[in-house]
């Protein structure tokens, strides 16, 4: 079974939206398989976003995503990678359509409440750096 790794940012924590997201993860028939309330290091950050690294907003994206706690979710579900992208929409807020998470709820690009892992290899990478012990 396809997973895929969710993160409710600073963000949507903040604003408490938590239950409306995982509400629209589970509506949609995709299941929660591990689930935490974290705050991010730097060092972690960066790895998670290392793709980035070279661009110019990356520091403020690293500073955004550890400025307060987070959930991190492993959802797994036939083609949950592309199912959960869908979900929430597309990266400028936007641009991203009503009916989706980012288009209902936020307007920047960096605080865009969600991250879904954009690939079945990006997940497995992402998976295991948040949570090393899931098998
Ligand atoms: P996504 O989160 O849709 O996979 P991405 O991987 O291209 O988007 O970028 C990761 C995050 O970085 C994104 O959710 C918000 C932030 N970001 C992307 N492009 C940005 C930009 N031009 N300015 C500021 N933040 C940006
Ligand atoms: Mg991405």
Do not use: W
């Not at 492993?74 to 592309?82: A, I, K, Q």
Request: aromatic share 6%; net charge negative; with cysteine.
């Amino acid at each position: 079974m396809e997973r895929t790794l969710v993160l409710i940012k600073p963000d949507g924590v903040r604003r408490n939206i938590i239950g409306d997201v995982i509400s629209r993860i589970e509506r949609k028939g995709l299941k929660i398989v591990a689930l935490e309330l974290r705050t991010l290091d730097a060092e972690t950050a960066r790895t998670h976003y290392e793709e980035h690294a070279s661009r110019p907003f990356f520091p403020s994206l690293v500073d955004f995503i550890t400025s307060g706690p987070l959930v991190a979710m492993v959802v797994e579900g036939d083609r949950c990678v592309e199912a959960f992208r869908a979900l929430a929409g597309a990266t400028d807020p936007v641009a991203a359509g009503p009916g989706t998470i980012r288009g209902d709820f936020a307007l920047q690009v960096q605080a865009n409440i969600v991250h879904g892992s954009d690939s079945t290899y990006s997940a497995e990478r992402e998976i295991k750096l948040f949570f090393p012990d899931l098998g």
